[in-house]
């Protein structure tokens, strides 16, 4: 069993940056692929990045890529998500995932948050 705690969300106005934590609890954090996911009011929940169990891939959907940055590490059962050049379609609850088979699809993945709010202002 895998427990996510993400944290570091807030407001903030378009153009400034955030970092978003996601702590896990057990002893396996390292085994399994790590995601980011939003969903924003009035719609599904989408995919924003993922890493591999060794932090050597990653993935991000294309409305993301080149501002958000994932990153882990194993020794401190963490996983980031640096958001630059926030924009307010960015807005939305932002939820940890971890799973075996991971990536891109919601199904990839076995344990999740409860989510941190994010809000950008224009």
């Known amino acids: 069993q895998v427990q996510l705690v993400e944290s570091g969300g807030g407001s903030v106005q378009a153009g400034g940056s955030l970092t978003l934590s996601c702590t896990a609890s057990?002893?396996?954090?390292?085994?399994?692929?790590m995601g980011w996911f939003r969903q924003a009011p009035g719609k599904e929940r989408e995919f924003v990045v993922a890493?591999?169990?060794?932090?050597?891939?990653?993935c991000s959907s294309d409305t993301v890529k080149g501002r958000f940055t994932i990153s882990r590490d194993n020794a401190k059962n963490t996983v980031y998500l640096r958001m630059n050049s926030l924009k307010p379609e960015d807005t939305a609850v932002y939820y940890c995932?971890?799973?075996?088979?991971?990536?891109?699809?919601?199904?990839?993945?076995?344990?999740w948050g409860q989510g941190t709010q994010v809000t950008v202002s224009s």
């Open positions: 890493i591999s169990w060794s932090g050597g891939s990653t």
């Open positions: 995932a971890a799973g075996s088979s991971g990536r891109r699809t919601q199904d990839g993945y076995t344990y």
């Open positions: 057990g002893r396996t954090f390292g085994s399994y692929v």
